[in-house]
């Protein structure tokens, strides 16, 4: 139920959607370009990636010049219409999301929290299958800190019902290791100014097949 509330939220904000930058919700650009940054330190030239959930292309839109060859998942085609055009876009629930080609990276920004621990761990799964052998998984996962924290309340500026669930950043790291993932490296980059709770931050995870 949990996972059709955070759909419902981005089908709504896909159809409405004028300009890219609608998906930050009013964040600093600087949060962005903070993304930008550090997915790129992890990058080759001769990469092929993945990345999944890639809303609007915001961050995807940037590695274009960075790598071989870039593949986008993203559910709603109102957000992928941004994307750049070089992008292969594929549009499809990322719950099940999986096909047979294998990657050197994938990459995730601003994902995780929209899925209950449930749902993320077959996320999770796929994302083991679909890496080679030594690939890595680069991704920004917003945690609580003391507790899990959890929303289910409304959106006034969509009329709908918003979900998100920020598990604990140990928690995060053992639901990728039981996907197989190992030398799990977790950083704390994101700039205080943006972290704007108390009981959350944000965390960059980099891990290996």
Known sequence: MSSEISKSYWEKLAKSIQDPSETTNKRKKAYLQ??????????????????????????????????????????????????????LVINAELTGFQIRKQFDKIVSTGLTHFFPEEDIVKIYANMFDMLKNGGKLIMRSHCGLEDKVVINGYSEELNSKYFTEYRKVDTEKKILAEAGFKDIQIFDEVAAELNVWDNTRHYYFVCSK
Do not use: C, Q
């Open 34 to 87: 903070t993304d930008i940054n550090f997915v790129k330190r992890h990058l080759a030239l001769d990469d092929s990636i993945l990345d999944v959930g890639a809303g609007s292309g915001l961050v995807v839109n940037a590695l274009v010049e960075s790598v071989k060859e870039i593949v986008a998942v993203e559910t709603f085609k109102g957000l992928s219409k941004f994307i750049d055009p070089k992008i």
